[in-house]
């Protein structure tokens, strides 16, 4: 990666990244929120699809590039 691309992504804060503690899951930078439901939620970043499992999920916060979600997760899947 060129220099200019990496200060460009530290100063504009436009990395994806998924951030687990304490029964929450909190995901920076997504591209879409696919769909979701109290016992599944599908984000997409790019390409990919993110499905997240559990029950009681509840989308706790939504802002423009971040969400978190509460509740008991029991796995994250990557497609």
Not at 26 to 53: A, P
Not at 56 to 69: A, G, H, P, Q
Request: proline share 1%; hydrophobic share 40%.
């Amino acid at each position: 990666m060129k220099i200019p691309k990496i200060l460009d992504n530290y100063l504009n804060d436009r990395k994806y990244s998924m951030i687990y503690k304490e029964g929450k899951l909190d995901i920076i930078n997504y591209t879409e929120i696919v769909s979701f439901s109290s016992t599944l939620i599908s984000i997409r970043y790019k390409d990919n699809v993110y499905h997240i499992e559990g029950s009681e999920l509840v989308i706790s916060r939504m802002m423009d590039n971040e969400i978190l979600i509460t509740g008991n997760i029991a796995s994250v899947c990557f497609m």
